[in-house]
C-alpha cells in the first residue's frame, strides 16, 4: 500500500477555501452531526445569527435533497448508497459563504433538475417568493414524501443566482450517472 | 380527545398537544427528512379537534430553524386554522421568536401574508 500523503487533498481544499467539507454517504444523523458543527464553527466567525443560519439551512436542504433523491430513485441498496454518496462543502470567498454540493444523478433525470434550476436562475427575488408561496400553498400531491421547496428557498437565500454544472466520467458515464455540482453563494 | 406529547429529538421539536385548554405547542427545532410524515398525526389531532366546533385553539409556535418540508407542515396545520376561523372558532397563532433570530421573525411575517385569524409575533430576549 502507498504511503499515505494527503498533501495534494489540502491543496485543493485550500483551493476552494473550504471551510469544511465531506465525502461519503450522507444520512440523516450525518446531516445533524456536521450541520452542528458548521453552526458552531461560523458563530466563531460571525457576530450575524442570520448568515450562520442561512448557511446551516442551504447546507439541510442541499443534503436532505440528495437524500430524498436517492431514496426516491433507488432499486436496491448498493443504488441507495452510491446516490447518497456525496461531497458537501463550505468555503468562503470575497466576504460570501459558499454553500456546494455534489452528487451522481442518473441522466434520465438530469434534464428536469437542471430545467428546474434554470428557471430559478432566471427570476428576482419577488419572483422566488411569488413561487414559494405557490408551491407553499399547493396541496401536497398523493403520497409526495417532499415539499419541493428546497432549490427555491436555497435560491431565495442566495445573493447570486444559483450555479450547477453536470459532468460525466467514463466509468459511471456508462452506468448512466452524471455528476451534479450545485452551488449557493450566499 | 386524548392529549400527546412528543418529547424533542434530534432534529424535531418537542409537541405538547393539551386539548382540554385548545393548546397546540411546538418548540425547538424541525428539520426531520420526514417532516410530512412525522407531522401527519399532529396534523389529524388538530382537524378533529377543530371539526368537532373545539372552543378555541391556540397554536404557540418556538422554532428556530425549520426545514422546508416542516414549513410545508406548518402550513397545513395553519390552513385548518384559518379555515375553522372563517367558520367562527376563535383561534389564534402565538409565534414566540429570539430577538436575534431575524429568519424567524421573517417566517412569522410571510406566514401572516397568507391568513387572516389572530397572530401575533412575540419577542423574547434569550
Given amino acids: 500500500m502507498a504511503t499515505i500523503d494527503l498533501l495534494d487533498l489540502r491543496d485543493r481544499l485550500n483551493d476552494f477555501n473550504a471551510l469544511i467539507s465531506f465525502n461519503g454517504p450522507l444520512s440523516e444523523s450525518i446531516i445533524k452531526d456536521l450541520g452542528d458543527a458548521i453552526r458552531r464553527y461560523l458563530e466563531k466567525e460571525t457576530d450575524s445569527r442570520a448568515t450562520v443560519m442561512d448557511v446551516f439551512s442551504v447546507f439541510v436542504e442541499q443534503t436532505q435533497n440528495i437524500r430524498q433523491y436517492a431514496a426516491s430513485r433507488a432499486v436496491d441498496d448498493a443504488e441507495a448508497r452510491f446516490l447518497a454518496s456525496a461531497v458537501s462543502l463550505i468555503s468562503a470567498e470575497d466576504g460570501h459563504y459558499l454553500v456546494s454540493s455534489g452528487n451522481w444523478v442518473r441522466e434520465a433525470d438530469l434534464p428536469a433538475l437542471t430545467g428546474h434550476v434554470d428557471r430559478l436562475r432566471e427570476m428576482d427575488g419577488g419572483a422566488l417568493k411569488t413561487l414559494y408561496r405557490e408551491v407553499l400553498r399547493a396541496p401536497a400531491a398523493e403520497g409526495a414524501t417532499t415539499a419541493g421547496l428546497g432549490l427555491i428557498d436555497m435560491a431565495r437565500k442566495a445573493s447570486q443566482p444559483l450555479s450547477y454544472s453536470c459532468r460525466k466520467t467514463q466509468e459511471e458515464g456508462q452506468k448512466g450517472y452524471v455528476f451534479f455540482s450545485l452551488q449557493a453563494v450566499l | ?126
Avoid: C
Fill in chain 2, 1 to 126: 380527545m386524548a392529549s400527546l406529547h412528543w418529547e424533542a429529538s434530534a432534529t424535531t421539536p418537542e409537541i405538547v398537544w393539551a386539548p382540554a385548554q385548545g393548546v397546540l405547542s411546538i418548540r425547538g427545532e424541525s428539520y426531520p427528512e420526514n417532516a410530512l410524515e412525522f407531522y401527519q398525526p399532529v396534523v389529524a389531532a388538530v382537524a378533529e379537534y377543530l371539526e368537532a366546533a373545539g372552543d378555541g385553539f391556540t397554536l404557540r409556535v418556538d422554532l428556530a430553524y425549520l426545514n422546508t418540508s416542516s414549513v410545508k407542515a406548518l402550513m397545513d396545520i395553519l390552513d385548518l386554522m384559518e379555515d375553522a376561523f372563517k367558520a367562527g372558532t376563535a383561534v389564534k397563532v402565538d409565534w414566540v421568536y429570539d430577538e436575534e433570530n431575524d429568519r424567524s421573525l421573517e417566517m412569522a411575517e410571510e406566514f401572516q401574508e397568507d391568513l387572516s385569524l389572530p397572530f401575533h409575533a412575540m419577542p423574547v430576549t434569550r
